[in-house]
C-alpha cells in the first residue's frame, strides 16, 4: 500500500474500548522469515502470517526475483515460499518499491549466495530517526561483498564468494543482526557476531534458519557463532504473535478506561512490558488463549521509564503507553535510548490538551548514545489532563497509533490523515476498532 495523507478517518471519542481482538504474527519477523525462504532449495511454508502491507511488498519483491509464493492450507495466514527458480529481477522492477520499505537490504546475503549479485534500491520505512545502513554495508563488505553505489541504488557483488569473519556491532541493531545471520549461514567457515541484538523476532529467525538445516549457537553476552553451509532446505515455521501490537492495544484499553482481551497474546514476550504496565496501575490476566488487559478504576501512577533493547522495554512501546501516562496522577519521566527522533508525536499530544516538555537532557541512567548532541529524546508528562479532539496528521506508525488512541481517549471529535500507515502494523485495524466499540468513520 502506498504511503499518502489522503486517508482520512473521524474518531469520537470518550467511550471506553471493551471486547476482544486477535493478533497474528510478528510484523518484525514474518518478512525477514519470507527472505530467509530464498537460501533454501526447497520450498517453505511460513503460518500465522498477517494480512498486512510490509507482507504483501515482500512477498511481491520475492516473486520479482523468480521465488513463487502461493497461499497455503490456512488460506492468506499461510505462504508457501519456492524459491527453487530464484534469479536477479530487473532493475526497473525492484525500483517500482523504493522507498515502501526497508526489507530489501536483507535480501543482500540470500542473493548473493543464490545468484552471485544483488541490487538494493532506495530505502524507506518510518522516519523515526537517524536508521543508516552502513552496519548491513559494512557487515558484507567484511563477508568479502563488494559494494558499488550508484545514483539508484546499490549494487552489490561476491567475486570470490562469501566467507565467514568476526564482527562486533558498534550498537546492537535488530537490522544488522538480521543481515549477518541471513549472509552467515552460508557463508564459508565460522562468524562470530558480538553485541548482537537477541529481542524475540531475532531468536523466531534463528529457529527458523536451523529448522532449515543452519547451524547457530546463541551464547551469553550476546555473541551468536554461525558455522556455514553448503545448502539448506525449506522450513515449516508459526511465526510468534506481534508483542507490539498487544502493548498498543493494552496501552489503549487503560487510556480509555476500558477492557480489552488480546486473543493469542504471549506473555514471555511482554514481561517487561507487563510489569511497567502493572506499575502504571493497569491490571492484566493471563490465560492460555491469550491476555485480558484492563483499567481497574481510580487513580492510574507516574512511572520513569527508560527505552532499551531487548530485554529492556521495547521502543515500540513507549508510544502507546505515553498516551495512557497523560491520565496518570503525578510527572512520568521518559528517557528514549533506542531512536533520537521517537519524541515528535508528543507535539501533537500537546495540542489536544496533554502537559509534555521534552529535553535534551538524557533523564535516566541508561547509558545513550544521544547525550549531549541536541536530540529531544527525553520528555517529562504531567498528570492527569482532560484530553480534547483536535487535528491531527499521522507521523508513523507506532506514534499514529498513539494518536488514535489518543483521539479515543479525549472528548470531542478528532480527525486523523494519512491512517492507511496502520496497514503497514495493524491487521483489520478499523473493524478492531469498530468491534472494540470505538466510533469512528472513515472519510
Given at each position: 500500500m502506498s504511503r499518502t495523507n489522503t486517508d482520512t478517518?473521524?474518531?469520537s471519542g470518550g467511550t471506553p474500548l471493551a471486547g476482544e481482538i486477535s493478533v497474528r504474527g510478528a510484523k518484525n519477523l514474518v518478512p525477514k522469515a519470507m527472505v530467509a525462504a530464498v537460501l533454501g532449495d526447497q520450498p517453505s511454508t511460513l503460518t500465522n502470517v498477517p494480512r498486512i502491507s510490509d507482507v504483501t511488498i515482500v512477498r511481491e519483491l520475492l516473486e520479482l526475483h523468480g521465488v513463487t509464493v502461493?497461499?497455503?492450507?490456512?488460506?492468506?495466514?499461510?505462504?508457501?515460499?519456492?524459491?527453487?527458480?530464484?534469479?536477479?529481477?530487473?532493475?526497473?522492477?525492484?525500483?517500482?518499491?523504493a522507498g515502501s520499505s526497508r526489507i530489501p537490504i536483507l535480501l543482500c546475503g540470500p542473493l548473493l549466495h543464490r545468484v552471485g549479485h544483488a541490487f538494493i534500491p532506495d530505502l524507506g520505512g518510518c522516519r523515526i530517526g537517524d536508521r543508516p545502513i552502513n552496519f548491513h554495508l559494512d557487515a558484507l563488505r567484511q563477508f568479502g561483498a563488494v559494494v558499488d553505489k550508484r545514483p539508484e541504488g546499490l549494487q552489490?557483488?561476491?567475486?570470490?564468494?562469501?566467507?565467514?569473519?568476526?564482527?562486533?556491532?558498534?550498537?546492537?541493531?535488530?537490522g544488522s543482526t538480521e543481515q549477518v545471520l541471513l549472509t552467515a549461514v552460508r557463508a564459508q567457515g565460522v562468524t562470530e557476531l558480538r553485541n548482537a541484538a537477541v529481542e524475540p523476532e531475532i531468536i523466531d529467525l534463528i529457529c527458523v534458519l536451523q529448522k532449515m538445516g543452519a547451524i547457530i549457537n546463541l551464547d551469553t553476552d550476546r555473541v551468536?557463532?554461525?558455522?556455514?553451509?553448503?545448502?539448506?532446505?525449506?522450513?515449516?515455521?508459526?511465526?510468534l504473535p506481534d508483542r507490539m501490537e498487544t502493548a498498543s492495544w493494552a496501552c489503549a484499553a487503560l487510556a480509555t478506561g476500558g477492557e480489552v482481551f488480546v486473543r493469542n497474546a504471549r506473555q514471555v514476550d511482554l514481561m517487561t512490558f507487563l510489569n511497567v504496565y502493572r506499575r502504571a496501575g493497569g491490571e492484566f490476566m493471563v490465560t492460555h488463549e491469550g491476555i485480558r488487559f484492563w483499567h481497574p478504576g481510580g487513580k492510574l501512577n507516574a512511572v520513569a521509564l527508560e527505552t532499551d533493547v531487548h530485554p529492556g522495554f521495547m521502543t515500540d512501546w513507549q508510544q502507546p503507553l505515553v498516551v495512557a501516562l497523560t491520565q496518570a496522577t503525578g510527572?512520568?519521566?521518559?528517557?528514549?535510548?533506542?531512536?533520537?527522533?521517537?519524541?515528535?508525536f508528543t507535539e501533537a499530544l500537546v495540542r489536544l490538551g496533554a502537559q509534555i516538555q521534552v529535553f535534551t537532557d538524557c533523564l535516566g541512567a541508561?547509558?545513550?548514545?544521544?547525550?549531549?548532541?541536541?536530540?529531544t529524546h527525553s520528555a517529562v508528562i504531567s498528570g492527569p489532563t482532560s484530553l480534547r479532539g483536535a487535528d491531527l496528521t499521522v507521523p508513523d506508525l507506532r506514534g499514529g497509533f498513539s494518536y488514535m488512541i489518543a483521539a479515543l481517549a479525549a472528548q470531542g471529535r478528532s480527525t486523523l490523515r494519512g491512517i492507511d500507515i496502520f496497514?503497514?502494523?495493524?491487521?483489520?485495524?478499523?473493524?478492531?476498532?469498530?468491534?472494540?466499540?470505538?466510533?469512528?468513520?472513515?472519510?
Open positions: 478517518m473521524e474518531v502461493r497461499d497455503g492450507a490456512e488460506g492468506p495466514h499461510s505462504l508457501v515460499l519456492d524459491p527453487s527458480r530464484v534469479e536477479q529481477a530487473t532493475m526497473g522492477d525492484i525500483e517500482v518499491h552489490i557483488t561476491a567475486p570470490n564468494g562469501l566467507t565467514g569473519t568476526q564482527l562486533e556491532l558498534p550498537y546492537p541493531s535488530v551468536i557463532r554461525i558455522t556455514g553451509v553448503r545448502r539448506l532446505g525449506g522450513y515449516i515455521h508459526e511465526a510527572l512520568s519521566i521518559l528517557h528514549e535510548t533506542v531512536y533520537e527522533n521517537r519524541l515528535g541508561t547509558p545513550c548514545r544521544f547525550g549531549r548532541r541536541n536530540y496497514a503497514r502494523g495493524y491487521e483489520n485495524f478499523l473493524p478492531k476498532l469498530e468491534g472494540l466499540g470505538a466510533q469512528v468513520d472513515l472519510r
